[in-house]
């Protein structure tokens, strides 16, 4: 078994790769922004307004028929120190709508991470936008530069560096001399007979060939080695290099054939990825001006010093001499005259719902932008400065499937969380519902399985924290306007100030029905307990039923049981809500079943990882372990020893089933 998720894992990137590809199309993601306090311009100035034309022109102008290249400038205002110029480009190989989403996507958040700077950029997978009080349309900038790495290591790091400088220099050299008015390059390498090297170049196309090379060459010499992956940006240009096909090869290669040649072949078969260590975590090392670099140096070595074990380190403060914050403290507070004007002073028809740590309500902020609004119920016994320090680690946290933090507000006695809004419910409100579960057909909950899948893959393991959720259900499976899910209420226990690094805890928080047996009985805490709760949730969208109320009457059987009795007996399509009706895979469902009883699976080491489940979400060639059976008898002991867990604890912390909806999520450095 083990050797299977060995090769899941290194199947997994792949797979998660295209999934992302071809079944998303919002969200770019998010890799980094600089923005330097030393540009800093005053509220409802000139700059601002001019500012906000820029970013609405970029907008469009990325969004128009005639956005080609991936790549437009533009400029606001008239006179020089009010003046403002920007850019955006998009990654060679995406297409007109990507580039498009990614670069409104991008205008919305520059303003959100760089509130008031002159001089901003951000980057992303897709896309990098940047602006400017002076010029910079042909102007070559390598610093910043932002690198990083994926954490594989590599097999034959000499031959590997040979075969990787070569392809480098190879499309440096065309990327520079391309005329095609797209400045970029791609190259495939054979590395060994199983896995093959990826390697992308790209300028903005409005530098000359020289500057276009010259600042190649500059990010190109910032690579990391004995890396599987890596890459370095600066605002004028990037490499990248990866043992897994990040680009669609199609549609950089090959510029428009003139009409006599023989057309392109088909893009190549993808080489799967080989090794056991295909981590997609990635470090982020900025460095800018040299006079900075020894300001970043002494300060990673603190990091080192303050985390001996992490694996991965954060530049977590800015400073004026080049190293940018990722995210400005200040730029993600909202005071609370803004906060009250949007929601109504909390007005009892904006209010959305009540959850463990307070009431949520909708609000408008004045640009228009639709937030949800959590006030937190006093006590949470953490202090100004940790909180804030929480908040900005959680509003780094950006993936697709989970619900954006953009900000806090604190004022006197107020705590507030301000989220991204998501228009429409949680999944609980249609699953759960005899007539909203309708809505609900096959292909829609294949696609919020998986996504979910995702998101938690991504808190588990993409991130650069460790978060577990400690609570995931359906009422925390918030679903946007295309029913797409977003995960909310992860990394509560950061912003309460739980300690975060015990794998023990006496003070357990869930709510019933999804809680792993160990966690509930001996409050231990791991990824897998969120996996337990995974399998609950896949059975619960399967069969339309709660596990927590439907079958308290039945004999003592849960829904893990109905659900394994009915594979057991070889009938799994019986336990499918009726309301599905025919149209629907019934591979996808059974597949589905499969992998919720392995989640709910006793022992934790039978679960399997989120990494596997997404693998096993994607691949339907991949074989799966039969399941055990599941935890289901366990239902009677497990209350009657959660009970004498609550008459002994001493802390006197409330126990999780009481307060309905309570919810606390973990989260660790890795
Ligand atoms: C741009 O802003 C910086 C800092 O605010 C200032 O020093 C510089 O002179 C400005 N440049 C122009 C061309 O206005
Ligand atoms: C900015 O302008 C708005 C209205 O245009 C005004 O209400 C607000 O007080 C101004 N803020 C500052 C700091 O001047
Ligand atoms: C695209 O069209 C707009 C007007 O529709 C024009 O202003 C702009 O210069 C064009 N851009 C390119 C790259 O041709
Ligand atoms: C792009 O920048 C150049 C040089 O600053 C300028 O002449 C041109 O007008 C800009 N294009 C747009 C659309 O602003
Ligand atoms: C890569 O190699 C370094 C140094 O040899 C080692 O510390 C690190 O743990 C390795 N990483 C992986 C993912 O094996
Ligand atoms: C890589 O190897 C395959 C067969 O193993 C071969 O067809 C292909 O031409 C090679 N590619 C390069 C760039 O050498
Ligand atoms: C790759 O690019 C080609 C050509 O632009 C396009 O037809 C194809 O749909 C793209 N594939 C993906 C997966 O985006
Ligand atoms: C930016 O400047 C403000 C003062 O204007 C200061 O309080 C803040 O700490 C600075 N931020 C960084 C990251 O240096």
């Known amino acids: 078994m ?44 000139t700059y601002q307004s001019n500012l906000n034309k820029l970013l609405s022109s970029l907008s469009s102008a990325a969004a128009a028929a005639n956005n080609t290249n991936g790549f437009a400038n533009a400029t606001a205002g008239q006179n020089p120190p009010d003046r403002a110029y920007g850019l955006f480009l998009c990654r060679a190989d995406v297409s007109a709508s990507t580039c498009s989403d990614c670069v409104a996507a991008g205008t919305q958040d520059i303003l959100q991470r760089c509130p008031n700077q002159r001089v901003s950029v951000i980057w992303y997978d897709e896309c990098m936008l940047r602006y400017s009080n002076q010029s910079i349309y042909s102007v ?23 075969i990787l400088g070569d392809t480098m220099d190879d499309i440096v050299a065309r990327a520079s001399g391309d005329e095609s008015g797209k400045k970029a390059a791609t190259a495939e390498a054979n590395f060994t007979s199983l896995q093959k090297l990826y390697t992308l170049a790209q300028c903005t196309p409005d ?24 890459r370095d940006f600066s605002p004028s240009c990037s490499v990248r290099f990866e043992l897994y096909p990040f680009y669609n090869a199609s549609a950089v290669a090959a510029p428009p054939p003139p009409p006599s040649q023989i057309p392109p072949p088909p893009p190549a078969p993808v080489t799967r990825p080989k090794g056991k260590s295909n981590k997609t975590t990635v470090i982020i090392i900025a460095v800018a001006v040299p006079v900075g670099v020894a300001v970043v140096l002494l300060f990673l070595a603190c990091c080192f010093r303050r985390r001996k074990a992490a694996k991965t380190y954060e530049v977590a403060q800015g400073d004026e001499s080049g190293v940018g914050d990722i995210t ?41 932008q639709e937030i949800a609004v959590k006030r937190l119920s006093e006590g949470s016994g953490q202090g100004v400065g940790e909180f804030k320090n929480e908040v900005v680690l959680l509003a780094k946290l950006q993936h697709r499937n989970l619900v954006r933090l953009l900000g806090f507000c604190l004022e006197g006695e107020e705590k507030i969380l301000v989220y ?22 096959w292909s829609r909950r294949y696609k919020i399985i998986s996504g979910i899948a995702r998101g938690m893959l991504y808190l588990h393991e993409d991130s650069r924290l460790r978060i577990i959720h400690r609570d ?16 909310s209420d992860f990394g509560m226990a950061r912003i309460f100030g739980v300690d975060q690094t015990r794998a023990k805890t006496n003070k357990i928080v869930g709510t019933f029905g999804y809680l792993s047996p160990e966690y509930a009985m001996r409050g231990q805490i791991s990824v897998k307990s969120d996996v337990y709760s995974f399998g609950v949730l896949i059975l619960e969208i399967i069969t339309g039923k709660k596990n ?5 009457s039945d004999g003592g059987e849960n829904l893990t049981g109905y659900a394994w009795k009915h594979w057991r007996a070889g009938t799994p399509l019986e336990v499918l809500d009726p309301s599905i009706g025919d149209s629907c895979s019934m591979d ?26 997404v693998l096993m979400l994607s691949s339907h060639s991949v074989k799966l372990p039969q399941p055990r059976r599941p935890a289901f008898f366990l239902q009677k002991s497990m209350e009657r020893q959660l009970k004498e867990l609550k008459s002994g604890e001493s802390t006197g912390g409330s126990m999780p089933w009481s307060i309905n909806e309570m919810s606390v999520t973990e989260v660790s450095p890795r």
């Open 472 to 487: 995931l259900k359906p009422s925390n499976i918030l679903l946007d306007s295309e029913m797409n899910p977003k995960i």
């Open 2 to 45: 083990s050797s299977f998720f060995t090769i899941s894992l290194s199947f997994l990137l792949l797979f998660f790769f295209i999934n992302l590809r071809s079944t998303e199309s919002a969200a770019p993601t998010y890799l980094y922004n600089y923005c330097s306090n030393a540009t800093r311009f005053a509220p409802n100035s």
């Open 420 to 441: 991204e809004f998501v228009p429409n419910k949680s999944l609980d409100y249609f699953l759960f519902d005899p007539d909203k579960r309708r809505q609900l057909d």
């Open 328 to 368: 400005d403290v200040e730029s993600l507070q909202y005071d609370l005259a803004t906060i009250q004007a949007a929601t109504d002073n909390f007005s009892h028809q904006n209010k959305l719902g009540e959850g463990g740590f307070g009431e949520v309500f909708q609000g408008q902020l004045l640009n228009g």
């Open 548 to 552: 927590s109320c439907s079958f308290q």
């Open 588 to 613: 996808e469902v059974i597949r589905c079943l499969h992998i919720g009883l392995l989640g709910v699976q006793e022992d934790p080491a039978d679960r399997p990882t989120m990494a596997s489940i």
């Open 207 to 230: 530098l000359t060939a020289s500057d276009c090379n010259t600042c190649l060459q500059s990010v190109k010499s910032n690579l990391p080695s004995g890396k599987q992956g890596g």
């Open 140 to 162: 070559m900038d390598t610093v910043p530069s932002l690198m990083m790495y994926n954490t594989g290591n590599i097999s034959d790091p000499t031959r590997f560096a040979q």
